[in-house]
């Protein structure tokens, strides 16, 4: 199983709900990502998980909120967003966090994120 | 991580080889070119890497530069479903501690592949 799940595909949420995206890999990789990409533009890292704790938030507005409860695992919670933060969320892991060469990233579909 | 240079779209015709440049003139001794592509509303896709020997793999090649300053991506027999943003990425390799993985995405080249 060399996939990366990301569930909901689409999600549209107010700016006063509170949701989360998740993320789901069976690769055995003991790292993991978030990224946010806006239309037409690159990729942009958001957080990095390795060995379930966190290593690296991009200064990422505290209204995005990570949480890794388990090495599959990989959830983004959602709580007061701003119009602006509608993008595309993306999911990714890798084999480990950091590594020689080859420790290539699978990337999930995403979530498409309307904020209204 | 040093920044790439790539330019904004290419256009191929179906069958013939697609050749991607990258430029990548302030790369560092340890780090390693990485090409991954994204299809249209999917999330990127590895294609392939190397420090400084040309690389092949059942997907493209890869020939980077005696001096390493830039990179050329190279689909044998472009078709239709390599319509893609092709991203050249520089990244350090080597054992990091903590320091995690990090990709730094450019704005990549738009590849079309046409009839």
């Known amino acids: 199983d060399t996939e990366v799940t990301q569930t909901p595909k689409h999600l549209v949420m107010g700016m006063t709900n509170k949701k989360s995206l998740k993320c789901e890999q069976h690769?055995?990789?003991?790292?993991m990502y978030w990224y946010k990409q806006k239309a037409k533009k690159p990729p942009e890292l958001m957080f990095v998980y390795s060995y379930e704790k966190l290593s690296i938030n991009e200064s990422v507005p505290s209204r995005f909120s990570p949480e890794c409860p388990n090495s599959s695992l990989l959830n983004l919670h959602l709580h007061a967003l701003q119009p602006e933060d509608s993008a595309l969320y993306l999911c990714a892991s890798s084999q480990y966090a950091g590594g020689r060469g080859l420790n290539e990233q699978f990337f999930g579909p995403g979530t498409r994120l309307t904020v209204l | 991580d040093a920044k790439t240079t790539q330019p904004p779209s290419m256009d191929c015709a179906e069958g013939r080889a697609a050749n991607l440049p990258c430029n990548h003139s302030?790369?560092?001794?340890?780090?390693?070119v990485y090409w991954y592509r994204q299809i249209h509303s999917q999330g990127p896709q590895y294609i392939i890497h190397?420090?400084?020997n040309n690389e092949t793999n059942e997907m493209a090649s890869l020939i980077i530069t005696e001096d390493r300053k830039s990179s050329t991506l190279i689909l044998p027999h472009a078709t239709l479903r390599d319509t893609a943003v092709y991203y050249c990425?520089?990244?350090?390799?080597?054992?990091?501690?903590?320091?995690?993985?990090?990709?730094?995405f450019g704005t990549g080249t738009q590849l079309k592949v046409e009839l």
């Open positions: 302030t790369i560092s001794g340890n780090e390693y």
């Open positions: 690769m055995g990789h003991r790292a």
């Open positions: 990425i520089v990244r350090v390799g080597g054992v990091l501690t903590g320091g995690g993985n990090k990709l730094t």
């Open positions: 190397g420090l400084k």
